[in-house]
């Protein structure tokens, strides 16, 4: 059976075989479908109809880019400091080459790319190899998954890392309140003083819509000099 078909008829047969899978691996609340698990059911067709998939890298397209940055980040009472973040990204162009095995000078070559960003090489490499086979074997068989896209992945860590901050924020403003109601009310001729301070931050002196912590530690910092003058 196999034998009569050609390297596409091949590949069509295992796209029709893997055109859904169930997500198993949960991160930052978000779902997504393990390398393992592609590979695994895949595997087994390829075998069936015998395919070979070999992966290669494009000589002299590889880079390593050290990536520094600094994260701004708030402590709950207010103080504001910076992290030092160091990454290393690699990326490289790719090739994905299917080869039918009863005829191995029929094959199918797919440029594809790689990037993978970490705090060391090794790992950047080995992480940005995993995510690029990984949608690779997702988008060349348009492969269904049943919850959120893996493109999310990023935005799920971010909303993750936003909701810190609005925990923090919230922490700050009830400082500043604590701070503002405690003063004028051993000082209310200064009322005026305070909001004409705070305006400087938020419109109409509204503190409690202030959404940014660093912003927030600003604010409570120049109150806290303000008042001990």
């Given amino acids: 059976m196999a034998e009569q078909m050609n390297i596409y008829q091949k590949l069509a047969k295992i796209r029709k075989h893997v055109e ?17 698990s592609i590979l695994a059911k895949i595997t087994v067709f390829m075998e069936k109809y015998n395919l070979s998939l070999i992966p290669g890298i494009v000589p002299g397209t590889t880079t390593v880019i050290p990536y520094p ?58 992480s940005g190899l995993t995510y690029s086979s990984r949608y690779f074997l997702l988008k060349y068989f348009n492969i269904s998954t049943s919850n959120d896209d893996p493109d999310k992945f990023r935005s799920k860590q971010k909303e993750a890392e936003a909701e810190e901050d609005r925990v923090i924020t919230a922490q700050i403003i009830e400082s500043i309140d604590k701070t503002i109601k405690d003063y004028l009310a ?44």
């Fill in 186 to 229: 051993a000082n209310p001729d200064k009322k005026d003083d305070v909001k004409k301070m705070v305006t400087k931050y938020v419109k109409n002196g509204d503190y409690f819509a202030i959404k940014e912590s660093v912003l927030a530690s600003k604010l409570l910092q120049d109150i806290q000099t303000g008042i001990a003058q």
């Fill in 69 to 126: 940055y600094k994260k701004t980040k708030t402590t709950a009472k207010g103080d504001i400091y910076e992290e030092n973040v160091n990454e290393v990204l690699v990326s490289a162009d790719t090739t994905w080459t299917w080869v039918n095995n009863e005829d191995p000078s029929e094959c199918i070559i797919v440029p594809w790319a790689m990037v993978g960003q970490q705090s060391d090489a090794s790992q950047s490499f080995g």
């Fill in 20 to 36: 859904v899978m169930k997500r198993d691996t949960k991160a930052y609340g978000y779902s997504y479908t393990k390398e393992e």
